[in-house]
């Protein structure tokens, strides 16, 4: 995808308003300066040189082949995933088009974190004439999906395997989380409760998706994302083994779709120091803080460095997409 007739490369037009450039430097910093304050406070609680001693003594020749066949798992059921969901809402997206479109996004997200999804938006927007409310409204329709789903796995792990105060703290906001998550998906994809306001906000562009989603959009990308999720469930529970952290399946089921959601909130870059937050909190009855501590270092940095090896061939899309800015 990285030659003459990638389809971004096509998308380049001199003429677009739009940039990839960030709004401001204290917008783009402060991601980093979370992740800093993060790690600043676990290391107040854990040694850095025991948790850099712990990172050494990993067994880093299961791990890195472990991410490696994670990530690209990931990068082609999440590219088939966007190519059916833009197909099916917005305009045709080859597969091929769709990995193009990833790819580029795991290379600007490196360079601005928050311009991930802008680039999609951008990208169907020159080259498809796709109206931005409208993609980012798939985009949107995308992420509850994700949401959703995630809060449903942690449900039914922490329900049956609630076998300490851990599993149980994770099942009650499991349970809050995941009902308010469906409760956004009847209101915005029904017709009914038929108030006024509800009416206007069923019209707007940015809840489109829903309004044309059907029982089968549900279940196809629901069903894509459930494998997806199944990768991280297993990189976890593999992973840190490898670490010398010997959490139970059980336990890996109901904290990896938390951890999870933590990384995701917009406080750090790649989940720097949050996951790592997240999975002292939850596993540290099962390995020393200081080799859990190390696994949640090593985990963001290789999922990011393994994703920009598998964007390199779509660099050349990259370029395009930012000639215009």
């Known amino acids: 995808m990285s030659d003459e007739t990638s389809p971004l490369s096509e998308a380049h037009d001199d003429d677009s308003p739009v940039s990839l450039a960030p709004g401001n ?30 990172a050494q003594n990993a067994r880093l020749d299961l791990f890195v082949p472990e991410i490696l066949v994670a990530v690209i798992f990931w990068f082609l059921l999440d590219s088939r995933a966007l190519a059916y969901l833009l197909t099916r809402f917005n305009t045709p997206v080859s597969w091929p088009e769709a990995r193009s479109i990833r790819g580029v996004t795991y290379l600007v ?40 789903l995630l809060m449903g796995l942690t449900l039914v792990g922490a329900t049956a395997f609630s076998d300490s105060a851990t599993l149980e703290t994770i099942r009650k906001f499991a349970s809050i989380a995941f009902a308010v998550q469906l409760g956004l998906f009847f209101l915005l994809a029904a017709s009914f409760p038929a108030w006024g306001w509800l009416g206007k906000m069923r019209k707007a562009a940015l809840v489109r998706s829903y309004r044309l989603a059907t029982l089968r959009d549900f279940s196809i990308v629901l069903g894509i994302k459930f494998f997806y999720f199944m990768g991280f469930l297993w990189i976890f529970w593999a992973g840190s083994h490898a670490f010398g952290i010997e959490i139970p399946f059980s336990l890996a ?14 406080i750090s870059p790649a989940g720097l120091g949050t996951q790592a937050a997240a999975m002292v909190f939850f596993w540290s009855d099962y390995g020393e803080k200081a080799e859990i501590l190390a696994f949640g270092m090593v985990f963001p940095i290789a999922l ?22």
Not at 36 to 48: E, T
Not at 305 to 324: E, F, H, I, W
Request: charged content about 15%; some cysteine.
């Open 25 to 54: 430097r204290l917008k783009a910093v402060a991601p980093w300066l979370g992740a800093i304050g993060i790690f600043a406070y676990l290391f107040w609680d854990v040694p850095f040189d025991e948790a850099w001693e712990a």
């Open 109 to 148: 997200t490196v360079l601005n974190w928050n311009v991930g999804t802008a680039a999609i938006v951008l990208h169907l927007r020159r080259s498809k004439n796709v109206p931005a409310l409208e993609s980012t409204s798939s985009l949107f329709f995308y992420g509850n999906c994700d949401a959703l």
């Open 253 to 266: 089921m109901a904290s990896a779709p938390a951890i999870m959601m933590v990384a995701a909130l917009p």
């Open 304 to 325: 990011t460095l393994a994703r920009c090896l598998l964007g390199l061939p779509y660099l050349k899309d990259l370029r395009s997409l930012r000639q215009a800015d």
